[in-house]
């Protein structure tokens, strides 16, 4: 069975960083392409980057290109989501997400295979 655990949400200051992991268990991370998604207050759950298995490919939606950063540590069974320059805007539940089959375009949360709980990103103006 197949679980993640999403770590390092907080609250921040506009300007500032943070970065979050997310801990696979019950599989080895390298069978999954793994994504990140959010959801903030009343708004649906929208993709905010991925990273294939070897992590030789990574997509960002472009709200976020040259702040974000996805990366993956396959020996750990753990993808990240270096976080900078946050926004107000970048408040939301961020959610970790794998999928089995290796493709990093055009995802929506209906294509992942298994999701954590998430955690809550605050960033204060």
């Known amino acids: 069975q197949v679980q993640l655990v999403e770590f390092g949400g907080g609250l921040v200051q506009a300007g500032g960083s943070l970065r979050l992991s997310c801990v696979l268990s019950?599989?080895?991370?390298?069978?999954?392409?793994m994504g990140w998604f959010r959801q903030a207050p009343g708004k649906e759950r929208e993709f905010v980057a991925a990273?294939?298995?070897?992590?030789?490919?990574?997509n960002t939606v472009d709200s976020v290109k040259g702040r974000f950063t996805i990366s993956r540590d396959n020996d750990k069974n753990t993808a990240y989501l270096q976080m900078n320059t946050l926004k107000p805007e970048d408040t939301a539940v961020y959610y970790c997400?794998?999928?089995?089959?290796?493709?990093?375009?055009?995802?929506?949360?209906?294509?992942?295979?298994?999701w954590g709980k998430g955690t809550l990103v605050t960033v204060s103006s």
């Open positions: 997400a794998a999928r089995l089959e290796d493709t990093v375009m055009g995802l929506t949360a209906g294509d992942m295979d298994y």
């Open positions: 990273i294939s298995r070897s992590g030789g490919r990574a």
């Open positions: 019950g599989r080895t991370l390298n069978w999954y392409t």
